[in-house]
């Protein structure tokens, strides 16, 4: 554990925003991560943990208190629960898309689809991370956390995080506060072994992304590979010297809304049903039936809708900036939100503020932020 000179957060977060702060800590271990947080919140001080800093927006004002830098490393492989799978164990601060890297190139599915996709491995299961109908609640089998509450340490079963799209009990969401107020300190995947060779492309989002069709194989690394390309072209895989993606990525979430509520949207606009549509089962003793089958019950049904096409449709289309604004939407994908250099947080907090409020005239829903906000209200 290294105590060092506060660096200013535009340096260590993606939207390039955020003072420095009154304390900076790194932590290089397991041990030393969970040192130096026990040690916080021993003496009740504000504080936060940086991973990547690719989810997070920071205001303007120095942060009065200390942020924690994960920087642990490593991936331990262990068997899997059943014949071809194996586990990996990854320490949180891992690079996730070199964790995504490694697995591909083991011949190990069940990510590739989220090549690309900035930060660490500990934030991961936080928002419950995806892109192209793949999520890591496919394949978290449990992460190991340090309770605040307690002080102790913990391996939790992924079945009780509260994984659901883009959260997770462990998420800050915008306006409250985590449901468990705990830091991973590492995570357990189990990935199917395929090897290198071309396997079926599960998923119809995962293969319509690609332009394939239901019956193509390609291999591992043919996903990755096309997968990094069709981010590239949105500016959603992070480079210097690309202000499209000097972003939090999707600032948006893609909203989950009622079937009936859909029905109310133009129907050119994308949506994706949530989860797996089933009919109830009706059980009916033979001594009980008297010929009549009783109509079921309704049920609701819930649709995921695009929030990018939703912006581009209030009249919002890429490249939009309000005037004198450092601020824009991406030249490439509606839905980043982007620093064109030197913005200001509150220049993106504006630019975020009118989009929802666009949004809301036109078309009665309100967009809710992906990142975590510190310091900064919308």
Request: glycine share 12%; net charge negative; aromatic share 2%.
């Given at each position: 554990m290294a105590e060092i000179d506060p660096l200013p957060l535009s340096q260590l977060t993606t939207l390039r925003t955020g003072a420095a702060p009154e304390r900076m800590v790194d932590a290089t271990s397991r041990d030393e991560l969970i040192a130096v947080l026990l040690d916080l919140w021993s003496r009740g001080e504000p504080w936060f943990v940086l991973g990547g800093g690719s989810n997070l927006f920071v205001g303007d004002e120095p942060f009065e208190g200390t942020v924690?830098?994960?920087?642990?490393?490593?991936?331990?492989?262990?068997?899997?629960?059943?014949?071809?799978?194996?586990?990996?164990?990854?320490?949180?601060?891992?690079?996730?898309?070199?964790?995504?890297?490694?697995?591909?190139?083991?011949?190990?599915?069940?990510?590739?689809?989220?090549?690309?996709?900035?930060?660490?491995?500990?934030?991961?299961?936080?928002?419950?991370?995806?892109?192209?109908?793949?999520?890591?609640?496919?394949?978290?089998?449990?992460?190991?956390?340090?309770?605040?509450?307690?002080?102790?340490?913990?391996?939790?079963?992924?079945?009780?995080?509260?994984?659901?799209?883009?959260?997770?009990?462990?998420?800050?969401?915008?306006?409250?506060?985590?449901?468990?107020?705990?830091?991973?300190?590492?995570?357990?995947?189990?990935?199917?072994?395929?090897?290198?060779?071309?396997?079926?492309?599960?998923?119809?989002?995962?293969?319509?992304a690609l332009g394939l069709d239901p019956a193509a194989s390609v291999s591992l690394a043919w996903v990755r590979d096309h997968v990094l390309a069709t981010r590239r072209r949105k500016g959603m895989v992070l480079d210097d010297t690309d202000p499209d993606t000097w972003s939090a990525g999707s600032f948006f979430q893609n909203a989950i809304v009622s079937e009936s509520f859909a029905r109310t949207l133009p129907p050119e606009c994308p949506r994706w049903p949530v989860g797996a549509t089933l009919d109830p089962v009706l059980v009916i003793p033979l001594a009980a039936f008297d010929g009549v089958v009783p109509v079921p019950p309704a049920t609701s049904r819930q649709v995921k809708v695009s929030a990018a096409w939703l912006i581009e449709n209030a009249g919002l289309g890429k490249g939009f900036a309000l005037p004198h604004s450092r601020a824009g939407l991406s030249t490439k994908h509606t839905l980043a939100l982007t620093n064109r250099g030197g913005a200001s947080a509150n220049e993106i907090a504006q630019l975020a503020r009118f989009v929802q409020q666009r949004v809301q005239a036109e078309f009665g829903l309100l967009l809710q932020p992906e990142p975590v906000l510190i310091d900064v209200e919308l």
């Open positions: 924690v830098r994960v920087r642990t490393t490593g991936i331990e492989r262990l068997p899997g629960s059943r014949p071809g799978t194996a586990r990996l164990r990854v320490q949180a601060g891992h690079d996730w898309d070199a964790l995504v890297a490694a697995a591909v190139d083991a011949g190990l599915a069940g990510i590739e689809a989220m090549s690309g996709i900035p930060g660490t491995a500990g934030a991961a299961p936080v928002q419950n991370v995806g892109a192209y109908g793949q999520e890591i609640v496919q394949t978290l089998v449990e992460v190991e956390l340090l309770d605040e509450a307690t002080g102790e340490v913990s391996t939790v079963a992924a079945a009780d995080l509260g994984l659901g799209f883009r959260t997770s009990v462990l998420k800050q969401h915008y306006g409250s506060v985590p449901n468990r107020s705990a830091v991973v300190l590492s995570i357990t995947l189990e990935l199917a072994e395929v090897g290198p060779g071309e396997v079926p492309v599960a998923g119809d989002q995962l293969r319509s």
